[in-house]
């Protein structure tokens, strides 16, 4: 089957993301997702808007350094909306001492296309292994 042209939009949009986290750079974060974008961590903590996305980051990487790997990711695109489905490994190393967090997670991200073309995270859904 011949890759939809999206995919490697969606693939960069990916990898955007993974730097982002493990620079810890909310506000690149913040720009890769929806106004309007829900968050339901593998913990069931579900996050609403960029405000909250905003605020949920900046607490984790004052806590944390965060390194994800995406693994097998499988997309699905159909019109202005994309679907992956991966496993993300998520290592969390605290940053005044402690012992560092594995998880591991099969994740569901929705994407949407905007009106510009370009595709955002407008929904995530973590389920820990």
Not at 37 to 48: E, K, L, Y
Not at 65 to 77: A, G, L, N, S, T
């Amino acid at each position: 089957m011949p890759e939809n042209p999206a995919t490697p939009e969606i693939t960069a949009l990916r990898e955007a993301w993974l730097a982002a986290v493990r620079s810890g750079d909310v506000g690149r974060l913040s720009s890769l997702v929806a106004d309007d974008v829900v968050i339901v961590h593998g913990d069931g903590r579900c996050i609403r808007g960029k405000d909250e996305f905003k605020g949920d980051f900046l607490k984790a990487f004052e806590s944390f350094h965060i390194d994800q790997r995406v693994r097998d990711p499988e997309i699905c695109i159909r019109g202005n909306w994309a679907f992956e489905i991966a496993r993300v490994e998520s290592i969390l190393t605290p940053i005044r001492g402690g012992e560092t967090k594995h998880a591991i997670t099969t994740t569901l991200v929705a994407l949407r296309r905007q009106a510009d073309g370009t595709w955002k995270v407008a929904r995530v859904i973590g389920l820990l292994d």
